[in-house]
């Protein structure tokens, strides 16, 4: 049974950062692309980042970039998405979740048309407030 499982979420004031970690089980996370989406609700899902399975490049939307950093531990099966610098707007449910794809931009086209994903969390929940 695959389960992904999301953590490091909380409350936060602005300017100040979380790590969240998306741990697997029944899954190798090395052998997809592995992204993170944020939902608020009544609003639709945004993709923040993704790490591809080949050479490890990434993908971040506009909003977050070179505030969010994302990365692999492979021996702990883990992928970990550094928030710094956080502000009010990043106030969300945060998830990990794979499409089964090796690359990101298989995984945010599946976002893109509110495709559904193979696997994902059950989401950690990040607030930025004063």
């Known amino acids: 049974q695959v389960q992904l499982v999301e953590s490091g979420g909380g409350l936060v004031q602005p300017g100040g950062s979380l790590r969240l970690s998306c741990a697997a089980s029944?899954?190798?996370?090395?052998?997809?692309?592995i992204g993170w989406f944020r939902q608020v609700p009544g609003k639709e899902r945004e993709g923040v980042s993704c790490i591809s399975k080949k050479y490890g490049s990434t993908f971040f939307v506009d909003s977050v970039k070179g505030r969010f950093t994302i990365s692999r531990a492979n021996a702990k099966n883990t992928v970990y998405l550094q928030m710094d610098s956080l502000k009010p707007e990043d106030t969300a449910v945060y998830y990990c979740?794979?499409?089964?794809?090796?690359?990101?931009?298989?995984?945010?086209?599946?976002?893109?048309?509110?495709?559904?994903?193979?696997?994902w969390g059950q989401g950690t929940q990040v607030t930025v407030s004063s």
């Open positions: 029944g899954l190798s996370l090395d052998e997809y692309a």
């Open positions: 979740a794979t499409g089964l794809y090796e690359d990101c931009r298989s995984w945010l086209l599946l976002l893109s048309i509110d495709g559904e994903f193979d696997y």
